[in-house]
Structure formats: C-alpha cells, structure tokens
C-alpha cells in the first residue's frame, strides 16, 4: 500500500511531462493511462491485495488520482479541439478552404444573358401570367377557335364549370404576354417577355410538358423586316460570338406575316454536321416575323400608322447549344451532379 502511494506520486510527475501536442498524442495519454489496458484499470485491481482496514483511505487516494489523469486529459482535449477551431496548427500556405456555394440554374444564366443583350437595345421586360385565357394566348394572336394553327401547340386546357363559363388554358407561349402589354399601353412598344410556357407533350430527352421561352416584340411608326434582322443578327452575335453564321427561312406563324425561322450555324460541330443539327450543319433558333395587322387591330394599333416585329426562342435549346445539355429532362430532375457544374458561372 504503502508503495503504491508512493508510485502515484512518481505518476503525477510524470503525467505532467506526458507530451500532448497533437490529437495523437492526447489519444496515447488516453489509452495508457484511462483505457481498458492503462494504468488506472491495473492500479485499481490492486485493491484485492490491500487489507480491509487500508481499502478505503486506498479507495479515495485512487479516486483523486483518477481525477487528476481525467483533468488532464479532457483539458487537452479541448484545447487541441479548439486550436483546431481557429486554425492554430494549420499551415497557412495551404490553399484557403472551400466551401460551397450555391448556383445559378443554366435556365436562369441563359435568360439573363438574353434579357440583358436585349435590355441594352432599349427592350423592357414584361410579364404575365401562367394560367391565361384563351383570348390573349390565341383569340388575339390570330388563332379563333378551331383554327388549324393551334394544332402547332398542343395546350393544357383547365377545366370548365359548364359550357357558359370561358375557357382556360396554361400559356403555350409568351405571346400571351404580348397581347396583355398591346391591351394596356399604346406604341411605341419595345418589350421581351422570358416565362414558363406549357405543352402537352410527353416527356422525353427531346420534349418536355413545360419549357421556358423569351418573346419579343417592337412597335412603332415604320418599323420594317430590315429591323427585325438587325435586331437579331445583332443578338446572335451577342450571344454566341462574332463568328457565327445567321440564316432566316420562310415560315409560317398565324400571328405574323411574313414569318421566319432562324438557323444559326451548329455551334457543336461548327457546321461539319453531327446529330445535334442532324447533319445539315444548321440549328433553328427562334420563331419570327413581322406583326399580323389583324393582330394589331385586336388592340385597337391602327395598321396603317404603326407596324412591328416579334420574335420567340426557347431557352433549352440555347442551353443545349452553349453548354451540351442534351437531355430536356436534366432541367428540371434537379439532380446536383448536373447543377452544381453551373457554379460560378453568371
Ligand atoms: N409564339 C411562337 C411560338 O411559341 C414563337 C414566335 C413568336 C414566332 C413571335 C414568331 C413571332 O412558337
């Protein structure tokens, strides 16, 4: 007994010299001295050899001692935990860490960039809503009812009360949006309108029930097809660079005549041919022409006085083009492998 005391004295000496540096080190302190192995476990089994009379005084003698070991411990513990809080023992020339960051959707950095080069040839953004009816997304866009043209767009109707009631629709496009700002302001007029717009389409890579679109429309006195070009040209070149090659092809939209689609040269093989432009070295880009005058006279603009262009693309397809996406369905999965390739990008 006698010895023991003695030795736990020596202990302490050398429990104060213990080195605990790191968290290494604290942990072999842990294990010799606490652990199931260590030293206080083999002390404490000594008490079956001390005599009845000793066990007590030996008994709190260990307590202490135990104490003493734990404090030591703990105290490094905490201190080697909260240097490693502030960073104490890291190397400063280390690259700082990183940490996450959230990011813009493709959607989003591609209709910023569009919104933002037509913003600088004096366009507004306009919008409206999804749930329209079917006056301004196609009554008023030269598309009455029955007309073949609204097989270009197959729609989601809502459900009507009874037969009486209008009817309505998710937008198909945001010429709808259009047909509000022609209803509520007098030309000139110079407006984008970027949105959600709604088919019914089964989901597939190439086709989805909602996609995302920028329209566009400029009316005022003498406005001619020269401008429309010029307006667009300028946008392609804007967009995807000063090298690109800009073709327009006859086409048909209700609500403008004439009508045109724009090509722009495939930006994936530079016009070699692949299946993004299915080998013609092509890909169209957008939907435009000159506004129908009837569509004008649905909202009281005298054709004679004013006339206007209007354009309309889908943001997809310019994400497909500038950054590889290939698969529609990948917009809105949101899976944070194919998101978080977008951070930083503005
Ligand atoms: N609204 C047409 C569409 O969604 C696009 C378009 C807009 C075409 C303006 C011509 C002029 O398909």
Known sequence: MELILKNIEQYKVAIEHEPLGDAGEVEQFRIKYLGTKGLIKSLMGEMKNVPADQKKTFGQVMNEFK?????????????ITSEEKI????????????????????????????????????????????????????????????????DMQ???????????????????????????????????????????????????ARAHCF????????????????????????FVREMFG??????????????????????????????DGCNICKHTGWVEILGSGMVHPRVLENFQIDPNKYSGFAFGM???????????VNDLRLYSQNDLRFLKQFSGVV
């Open 67 to 79: 104490t003493f070991v734990e404090n030591k411990y703990e105290g490094a513990k905490s201190a």
């Open 154 to 204: 197959d729609t989601f109707y809502l459900s009507k009360g009874n037969e009486n009631e209008q009817s309505f629709l998710l937008r198909t496009h945001t010429s709808s949006v259009q047909a509000r700002v022609m209803e509520s302001q007098k030309p000139p007029i110079r407006i984008i309108c970027p949105g959600r717009v709604f088919r019914n389409e089964t989901i597939s």
């Open 242 to 271: 000063k090298d690109i090659k800009i073709r327009f092809r006859p086409s048909y939209f209700p609500f403008t005549e004439p009508s045109a689609e724009m090509d722009i040269s495939c930006l994936i093989c530079g016009g």
């Open 211 to 234: 996609f995302h679109q920028v329209e566009g429309l400029y009316i005022s006195e003498q406005v001619s097809f020269a401008d429309l070009k010029q307006t667009l040209y300028f």
């Open 87 to 150: 960073g104490l023992n890291e190397d400063y020339t280390l690259p700082g860490r990183e940490f996450p960051t959230g990011a813009h959707h493709p959607l989003t950095i591609i209709r910023n960039q569009v919104v933002f080069i037509f913003q600088r040839l004096g366009f507004t953004i306009a919008n409206g809503p999804e749930i329209e009816d079917d006056w301004h997304n196609f009554g008023s866009m030269n598309m009455p009812e029955n007309h073949p043209a609204r």
């Open 314 to 324: 889908g943001l997809e397809r310019i994400c497909q083009l500038k950054y590889r």
